[in-house]
């Protein structure tokens, strides 16, 4: 029965196909403080109602968007420092469960759609991070509001809120650490233009840290620019954990996260394979077969 549901899902067709639209929008996303300040009531009052950790923390959502507000208004993107943030890292701080951190690079996606199912915790799954995943913001030092045009440089690329955060979430990891990385992308699963590069890997108390696994995604039907077996840029990596006494694990393409990137590329013959190895070890019901034993056990049960 739940391999029949399992094949449902894997094969139905998707019920319409996503356009793609030309959004060269790439000022301050439009109704900014008002996606900032629910989503922090949102993660306070409702997704973490139960979670006793962050309701002690005393997050204050007025006095987190003041000072984030204070710290970008009225400078330009890259006058902005990472100290500048501080307080910000401050007011936005609660427990979590930092020996299930989750680093990822070059894969966002597959990453975000796993942690919370798992219970991990990404940056991204911290309030500072959850706040402006997925958000653009700028201002400059001529204006007193977020702006409508911002440039590249410190806001898409090498931004200094990203590298704060970042920062913080690193230092706190402990016991045993996860990096979800890209073996296909040609920089390098440790690229030298990532975030978990410069500001991640440099910021982590490794006398907190005993074990550091890798798990190293490929994109169906992509050539691989690197595998544990094969590996360039992660014997950096390697390197630097063994210097710091840190044991070094990589896993190529892990069971739920290879599941995951074929469910994106369902049609692709090397997902096609891993579907119908699936489909051997587990006996495919037939619809009308799959209902009838309902019934029959129903049956049975209303019987005895
Ligand atoms: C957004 O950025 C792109 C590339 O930098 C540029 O071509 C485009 O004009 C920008 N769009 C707006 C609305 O500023
Ligand atoms: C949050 O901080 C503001 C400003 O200091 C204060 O007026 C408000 O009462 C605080 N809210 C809570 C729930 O503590
Ligand atoms: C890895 O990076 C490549 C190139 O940027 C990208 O096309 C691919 O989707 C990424 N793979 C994953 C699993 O995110
Ligand atoms: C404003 O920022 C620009 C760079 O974005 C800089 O060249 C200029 O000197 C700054 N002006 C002041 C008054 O700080
Ligand atoms: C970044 O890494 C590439 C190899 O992946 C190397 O050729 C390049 O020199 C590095 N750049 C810096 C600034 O370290
Ligand atoms: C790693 O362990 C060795 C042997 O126990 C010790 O001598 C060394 O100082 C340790 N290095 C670090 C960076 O902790």
Not at 74 to 99: A, G, R, W
Not at 157 to 183: C, D, E
Not at 245 to 274: G, W
């Amino acid at each position: 029965m739940l391999s029949l549901l399992f094949q449902l899902l894997l094969f139905s067709k998707p019920s319409f196909e996503a356009s793609l639209c030309n959004n060269l929008y790439n000022g301050t996303t439009k109704n900014f403080k008002d996606i900032v300040l629910g989503r922090c009531f949102y993660y306070i009052n409702s997704l973490h109602k139960d979670n006793c950790e962050i309701n002690s923390a005393n997050l204050n959502c007025s006095l987190i968007w003041d000072e984030f507000y204070r710290v970008i208004v009225n400078k330009s993107p890259c006058q902005v420092s990472i100290e500048d943030f501080d307080q910000f890292v401050h007011l936005t701080s609660h427990p979590y469960s930092n020996e299930k951190s989750v680093f990822w690079s070059g894969t966002y996606k597959a990453v975000h759609q796993i942690s919370r199912l798992k219970g991990d915790w990404t940056l991204e799954d911290t309030l500072s991070g959850y706040l402006l995943d997925g958000l653009s913001f700028c201002s400059d030092n001529k204006s007193d509001n977020f702006l409508t045009i911002c440039p590249t440089d410190c806001v898409t690329r090498n931004n200094p809120f990203w590298n704060a955060v970042s920062k913080n979430y690193a230092s706190k990891a402990t016991g045993r650490v996860t990096a979800v990385l890209n073996g296909t992308r040609n920089s390098g699963a440790l690229s030298n233009y990532s975030t978990f590069f410069n500001y991640e890997l440099p910021s982590m108390n490794f006398k907190n840290i005993n074990h550091f696994q890798v798990i190293l995604l490929h994109s169906p039907e992509m050539s691989k620019y690197e595998t544990c077996q094969m590996p360039k840029t992660l014997n950096t990596l390697r390197n630097i954990l063994q210097s710091n006494n840190v044991t070094y694990e990589c896993i190529d393409d892990n069971f739920y996260l290879k599941n995951f990137l074929c469910i994106e590329n369902q049609n692709s013959p090397e997902c096609q394979k891993l579907f119908s190895a699936f489909s051997k070890t587990s006996s495919v019901i037939p619809f009308w077969h799959a209902s009838a034993s309902i019934i029959a056990l129903t049956t049975f049960n209303l019987l005895f």
